[in-house]
Each structure stands twice: as C-alpha cells, then as structure tokens.
C-alpha cells in the first residue's frame, strides 16, 4: 500500500515555480478554479518511490497578506487544506526578496522545504552559496534545483518525503521580531488562545482557522492582527466575545506606534527583512563585483526611451501578424472541411429536420467552436513566449502610462489589441492581469474593438451605400468610434460598476531567461483544452437554439409549408422577435428585418448579411458575401425599398453591429472566464443598451441635421 | 536633502530608503516588495512615456508609478 502525500508549491511569480511543477507532475495534471474567485487551481499527482504525492500549485504570491486575492488563497490552502509539506521555490539570483515568503509559510507552522531555483543563473552572476549554513539559519531544508534542466527534481522529492514524515534533522527557527513587538504579539496570543477553544465548544465549525487550537497559528493571528490584516481582522469579529481581543489589538497597536512612531506593519516587515539579511550575509558571497547583468543590457534596447515604443509596437505587429495571418489558412481548412461534412450528410440522409439539426444546428455549432482553434493555440504560443522570456512585463512598463489614464494597467493594452482580430482571444488574454477588477474591465470593454467578423458586414454595407471616395473614412470612423467607446467604458466601469481603491503598479521586471519549449506547449495546450471544453459546451447549446429560433414553426397558421425562405424567416420565432422588437428599434431608423438580422448577428456577425440577403429574398447569397456588384446593387435596392434604408441608416446600422453583444461565443468565453452568469449577462445587457443610445444619438441627430438622408 | 522622494531621483542616480509614507495597501506593498527604510536603490530608468519609472533594489528590478514612488522618501 502506498502512502499517500499532499504538497503545496509556493513561490514568487518569477521563481520558476510552474516548471517545477511540470517537472514533478509532468502532464498529469488539472486546472479548476477556487470556489468564489476566479484564481485559478492547479493540481497534479506523481509517485515516488513508495508514495503517492499530490501537488496543488498554489497561485505566485510575494507575501501572504490579503493584498489580492492569490495571496489569501495561498495561504487558506495551507490553513485550511493542511498539506503534509509546503516546497517553496526560490529564486536564488533574487535571494533576499523571495526568502521573505519563505519567512512567513514558515510562521505558518508546515514544513517547509525550499527549492534553491535558477542556481546556474545566480552562480553565473558571481553568487556562492553555503546551503547548510543556509539552512540551519533559516530553519528549512534547502534543495539545489535548475528547473529549466530538470536537475534536483529527484532530490526535492526524496527532501519532501523526509519532511512529511516528519525526519528532518534541521532544528527548528522563526524570525524573532524586535522586543517590543514580540510582546504585544504573546499579549494578543494569550487572549486569542483562551478565545479559539471557546469558539470551538460553541459552534465547532465557526471557521477552520480557528479549530486549529496550535500555538502557530495562534501567534500567526495575533501578528496578523497586529499588522492590521482585513481578511483575519473580519473573521475574528464575527466570533462572539471576540471584543476582548479586539480591544487588546488596538492597545498593542497604538503602544506599538508610540515608542516607535511608526505603522506596527513596518516593523513586522522590517523584523523579516532583518532576518533574511543576516541570513544571506553568512551564507552568500559575492565572487565578483556585481556586473552589468545581459538582462540589463537588453534592457538598455529594449526599454530604452526613444526605441521602447516602436520595438514594442513592433513585437505587437509580429503577435497580431502570428495570431490571425498564419492562423487564418488553417481556419479556412476548418471551415471548408465542416462545409464538406455538412454537405456530405445532406446528401447521404434524407431532408428533413433532423438532418437540418445536425447540417445547421449541430456540425454548424461545432464548426464555430473549432475555427477559433488555430487562432487561440497560436495567440497562448506567443503569449506564453512573451510571458517566459519576460517581455509582457516590460509591455506592460512601456504602456501603462496611457492605459492608466482610463483606469486601466499597462497589461490591458495586449488583450485589446488582440481584439481587433477576435474578441475571444482577446478575452482569454487578459489572464495574463493579475488583478481582478482590471482584468474584467478589459474583458468588458474588448468587445468594443471592433473584430474581423464585423469588417465583412462593414463593407458590404458601405459598397451598397456610399459613394467609394467616402468608404475608407466612413470604416475608419468606426473602428475610431469602437476605440473611444472602449476608453469612455473602461473609465465609466472603474468608477461606477467596479469602483475601489486604484491599484499599484509596484511591478517586478524579472531577468530574462530562455523560455523551455516544453513549458511553452504545456501552457498552450492548456489554454486550448479550456476553451473547447468550457466555452465550447456553451457555444454550441447556444447555435442549437438559435437554430431553433429560425427554424420553427415550419408551417403557418394553416399548417401548410411556407413557401418561399424569406416568408418562412419571417413567420419562425427569430422573425416573430423581430416584429416584437421593431417598436424599440424604430427610432434608429430599423424595421423589424433589420430586427431578425441582428438576432441572427448574436450566432456570428457575419451571419447578419446572409439573414438580411435571405430576407430581402436575394437568391445568391453567396455573390453577395463576395460583394460581387450586381448582388450589392439589389441588396442596396431591395434595402432601400422594403426597409426604407439611407446612408443614414446603415451607418447606424455598421454603429449598432460595432456595439451590441459581439457574438455567443464571446458570452461563452466570458463565462467560463468570470465563472458564473453574472457577467456575461451584465456584458450583454451593457452593450445593448450603449448600442442604443450611440445609434438613436447618431439616427435622430443626422436626421435633424440631414445629414445622409 | 529632506523630503526628497524616489519620484526626483534621476537615471543612474543611488539613495537610500528613509521611509514610506502613504497608507493602506499601497504601502504595505511597497514594504513587502522590499523597498523597507535602509534599503538601497538606484533609478534604472523612466519608461518612454516618462512614466512609471524603473528602479533596482536587493538585485533585483522593479517597476512603480510615480504616484507610488512619491510616497518612498529617501534619505
């Protein structure tokens, strides 16, 4: 029988941490989500010599304040989850810093063994280590490990073992904060561990924390109330008699800034910074005077003040460029090979509505699902690449000043550039922002860049109503209306919808470093996998409805067979919204065909010509997706007369498609992305309504105005 | 040189950190990145837009807003 063992992976963003874990779990491995946030949870499992060893890779975190929300899922893992040891990576180029969460799993109170990472990195640039010395200072184990070469993963595993059954021989150390504080801290310990027992006798699953009757964690809490923690302060208030201890807390704080003149969370860092100080100072040399390092000389390029900007417009051109130009061949392989999969089922099955189903409803839902495939594998290639090399920090270093005007980080500028290509890249891109509330600003806004499946209706839409001396200015200023309304948005959401204090942008600029091809494909495989299996499921029930809506009732009132396509649309359910709608569209200068045509937009945009071609009842729908002109001539005509439609009006038209809900697929993607409905729900209804407002601003203000009437 | 902050240290320029003002999270950040009183830094560079700036500290790079840096006084 094997023995079963739970670690967790902690460590800086930077350290290498996600290697290391690709090295112990190889591909044996699965990401969910933390129940309430949108952190993202990673679990994989190996075996090692007689054990069964279960990773969770807890998110990158510097410190396990309540700083974000990664931070306090880090550390409610180990609370909570108990692993048997904590192995934290760390980047031993950038000792000092990394050791500083080292410091606080080990307040804590698991075993925690160290992952001495990127050794060859730091003794290239002149550091020599005494990793005894080391750990008998810090009171861990220590593990040389180069994860990008798979060294030490063997060693790590034989050190956790060791650890978790409990035959580590190094004697036990904590950071000793100064005498002042060390007593305010045992003050409130005192009083905190006559309260937890108590609190368990009278409710006993008040909260996990507080089951744990250990001096550890009690001292933990007293620190963290001390240094005036949100998360814990809340859950130690909603303890009844939990008065005492808060009162207590507000004493040792105020003495505490009396005798020093200073915030109680100074010293609590100060006291670690002291620690780790002392520590490196007898366990680490410096060979060589510290040298211009390569990431500093590339730096001297790439960040410099007159080529920064357009090496990095430059990067941007070469991820758009891989993104969309080399995924679009294989997009059309997608789409002829479902079309020839479509057409061979009609022709091998009888007609009817069953193989209507599977031809339009099912391998067309399918197919709009896949085709997004080489575009996303592609994008997280180069994403991953930029991620692993270190250069979207530096991005978003270079950006941040103009997107920090609207609200937004440096980091949003890459999701919404992609945005023009595909919202659903775009939307999958902005996990590459740490924080949530910017992340799902940006997620919000992209749709507004307007995407590629909305240019094919643009310019049909110009051909057939404006005079082509015109056509490149009236496109431009679309496109330019989408980029403000996105910049308005962004500045409207962080104020009104998600309001909060601003954040910092205090970022690192980790040294660059080659990225492994295995890490890379992991990362893009991933992502992939994710979106098919998440975002398709959704997807593709949606394309089933929608087919439904167009499809049904087949006969009219009489129960006889429509005649002709456009009077079937006409009288199917999607034809009946249409005539619901009309009233509410009618003062943007829309008839109710226009109305089913931008119900069909909400499976694709480029769907809402073809609708509009079968209404108007033009046979070759295919010449008129070509803009062959004949086509676009009888298009403008039959536009023109059955819905009374000007420049006017299809300029309005072009606005409302730029705006309104880009497509399902996007709801999709939102949802799996923000885990739940509320946000795609709240994307959809805001879009709609924005949409409205544009269009009847421009519609009545044109028409008082006669312009393009 | 009292009340100079990180925010007027030019490229190329060494200080040493006196204290960090501001409150809440920002500042508790900024100490948890290092950036503790005593520390010392040099002013890498500014981004091409002039903002925000790039600093070295404990052999490592960092990257801040102005805003964020005026709260760091140095020495």
Not at chain 1, 127 to 145: C, H, K, N, P
Not at chain 1, 606 to 626: C, P
Not at chain 2, 66 to 73: H, L, P, R, S
Request: net charge negative; glycine share 8%; proline share 4%.
């Amino acid at each position: 029988m094997n023995q079963e063992i739970t670690i967790a992976l902690a460590g800086n963003p930077n350290s290498g941490k996600t290697t290391i874990f690709n090295n112990m779990t190889g591909a044996r491995q699965h990401v969910g989500n933390y129940s309430g946030v949108t952190v993202e949870r990673k679990e994989g499992s190996l075996k090692h010599k007689d054990y069964d060893i279960k990773v969770i890779d807890l998110p990158g975190t510097y410190s396990l304040t309540a700083y974000s929300p990664d931070e306090v899922v880090a550390r409610n893992v180990i609370i909570e989850e108990k692993p048997d040891v904590v192995v934290n990576v760390v980047d031993a180029s950038n000792l000092e810093r990394n050791l500083y969460l080292t410091t606080q799993l080990k307040e804590l109170g698991v075993p925690v063994v160290v992952a001495m990472n990127m050794t060859d990195m730091a003794e290239a640039r002149g550091m020599t280590f005494d990793y005894q010395l080391l750990s008998q200072l810090l009171g861990v184990e220590i593990v040389r490990t180069v994860g990008t070469k798979n060294m030490g993963t063997r060693e790590l595993l034989d050190a956790v073992i060791k650890a978790a059954s409990g035959r580590s021989e190094i004697p036990e150390k904590q950071v000793r904060y100064s005498n002042e504080l060390e007593e305010e801290i045992s003050n409130v310990q005192g009083l905190i561990a006559g309260k937890s027992t108590a609190a368990i006798e009278a409710a006993p699953c008040v909260d996990s924390l507080l089951s744990e009757t250990s001096d550890y964690l009690n001292r933990w809490l007293a620190l963290k109330l001390i240094e005036n923690d949100k998360d814990v302060l809340k859950k130690i208030e909603s303890l009844r008699g939990s008065e005492k201890i808060l009162e207590q807390v507000e004493k040792s704080q105020d003495h505490l800034r009396k005798i020093v003149g200073e915030d109680p969370e100074l010293l609590v860092v100060d006291g670690r910074y002291a620690f780790i100080r002392g520590a490196c100072q007898e366990a680490l040399t410096y060979t060589q005077e510290d040298r211009i390092s390569i990431t500093e000389k590339i730096d001297k390029i790439l960040l410099n003040r007159v080529l920064g900007l357009p090496i990095f417009l430059g990067i941007m051109w070469l991820l758009f460029q891989l993104t969309f130009t080399i995924g679009s061949p294989p997009m059309e392989w997608i789409d002829s090979g479902f079309t020839v999969l479509g057409e061979w089922i009609s022709n091998h099955m009888t007609e009817g509505l069953v193989q209507s189903l599977i031809v339009d409803g099912i391998i067309g839902g399918v197919g709009g699902v896949v085709i997004f495939l080489p575009n996303i594998i592609l994008l997280f290639m180069g994403i991953a690449f930029l991620e692993d090399t270190g250069y979207m920090s530096r991005a978003a270093f270079v950006m941040d000043k103009i997107m920090h005007r609207v609200g937004l980080h440096g980091k949003s500028f890459i999701p919404m550039l992609i945005g023009f290509g595909c919202t659903i890249p775009a939307i999958l891109a902005t996990r590459t922002l740490e924080n949530n509330r910017d992340r799902l600003v940006t997620m919000l806004v992209s749709p507004l860049m307007s995407c590629g499946a909305r240019l094919p209706v643009y310019t049909l839409l110009i051909a057939a109503f404006f005079h082509e001396s015109v056509a490149g200015n009236v496109l431009f200023s679309i496109y330019l209306i989408g980029i403000i309304l996105a910049l308005m948005m962004a500045k409207v959401l962080k104020k009104w919808v998600l309001p909060g204090e601003s954040e910092p942008f205090v970022m690192e600029l980790p040294a660059y470093r080659l990225p492994t091809l295995k890490s890379v494909l992991i990362h893009m495989w991933e992502r992939s996998w994710l979106y098919l299996k998440k975002a398709g499921t959704i997807i593709l029930a949606a394309s089933i409805v929608l087919w439904m809506l167009f499809t049904f009732p087949m006969v009219d009132a009489q129960g006889n067979k429509i005649a002709s396509p456009s009077l079937q649309m006409e009288q199917s359910y999607a034809g009946q919204v249409g005539h619901a709608i009309e009233p509410i569209i009618a003062p943007l200068g829309f008839d109710w065909r226009t109305g089913v045509a931008l119900v069909a937009g909400f499976a694709a945009k480029e769907v809402v010509v073809s609708t509009m071609g079968t209404l108007y009842s033009i046979e070759d729908s295919e010449a008129l997706a070509d803009e062959e002109e004949g086509s676009v001539k009888s298009f403008a005509d039959q536009a023109r007369e059955q819905s009374g439609y000007t420049p006017l009006s299809a300029y309005v038209l072009m606005l409302f498609i730029l705006i309104y809900v880009p497509c399902m697929a996007t709801v999709g993607v939102l949802k799996r992305e923000t885990n739940g409905w509320k946000w795609p729900a709240f994307m959809v209804g805001y879009t709609l309504v924005l949409a409205w407002v544009v269009c009847f601003v421009v519609y009545q203000g044109g028409l008082w105005l006669g312009i393009g009437v | 040189m009292s009340g100079r902050s990180l925010k007027d240290l030019e490229p190329g320029q060494k200080a040493r950190v006196a204290k960090v003002s501001g409150i809440g999270s920002i500042k508790r950040r900024i100490l948890d990145m290092g950036l503790v009183p005593g520390s010392e830094i040099e002013m890498e560079r500014y981004a091409p837009f002039g903002d925000p700036v790039e600093i070295k500290l404990k052999g490592y790079h960092l990257s801040l807003r102005k805003e964020e840096a005026e709260n760091i006084i140095l020495e």
